[in-house]
């Protein structure tokens, strides 16, 4: 079966990431990490391996895409648009011209594969002020079900559109601390 080439938006002084010069540059030199321009002419850190992908905005670092997998579990965290998550009083509002989450974990996923890493779970780890906490929670408040609920979310959805449809009922933790504040972890795995 052939799959589609997956591809990650850049257009030169517009919008995007130049994913393919940052894999070039890791493959034929060697870089790791590394400085890039985006489309828009924001200054971009990498960071590349065989196993993972992290580009943050240098002046805002809020606004980062970040996927790895550890032992078969793919992890992604993205943050493309301002909200309650900022940590930096100066972030920008709306939506990184840089950054589209959906795109990057489907190119992440890409990138595994040619890798040879397999992927046999994906973990949503999701913060009070997330927009996926937030459906989570309203949706488990709405019908009590975890699993129906954490499937309602945005990663949820994504996940579950790329075969990783299971979830038992031990894959879903509450994070409780009294140091930290609550939070959900959901383990999403591949169609058997």
């Avoid at 997956?6 to 994913?19: A, C, H, K, T």
């Avoid at 940052?22 to 850190?45: C, M, N, P, Q, T």
């Avoid at 890798?115 to 906490?133: D, F, H, R």
């Amino acid at each position: 079966m052939q799959t589609e080439r997956v591809s990650y938006p850049y257009v030169e002084d517009e919008r995007g990431i130049p994913f393919d010069q940052i894999i070039d540059s890791y493959r034929s030199r060697g870089e790791h990490f590394g400085d890039v321009k985006g489309g828009s002419g924001a200054d971009l850190i990498y960071s590349i391996g065989k196993d993972f992908l992290i580009v943050e905005d240098s002046e805002f670092p809020d606004r980062h895409l970040w996927a790895s997998v550890i032992e078969g579990t793919a992890i992604f965290y993205a943050q493309t648009r301002s909200s309650a998550l900022d940590e930096y009083i100066n972030s920008p509002e709306g939506v990184h011209p840089d950054m589209f989450a959906s795109r990057f974990i489907a190119f992440s996923f890409q990138y595994f594969r040619e890798n040879n890493i397999e992927i046999e779970a994906c973990k949503g780890v999701w913060l009070p002020g997330s927009s996926n906490q937030d459906v989570f929670m309203r949706e488990f408040e709405i019908n009590g079900d975890a699993v129906k609920a954490a499937k309602e979310t945005w990663s949820g959805k994504l996940f579950t559109s790329f075969g990783f449809t299971e979830i038992r009922e031990e894959d879903i933790n509450f994070i409780v601390s009294e140091e930290a504040a609550e939070g959900v972890v959901v383990l999403f795995r591949k169609q058997s």
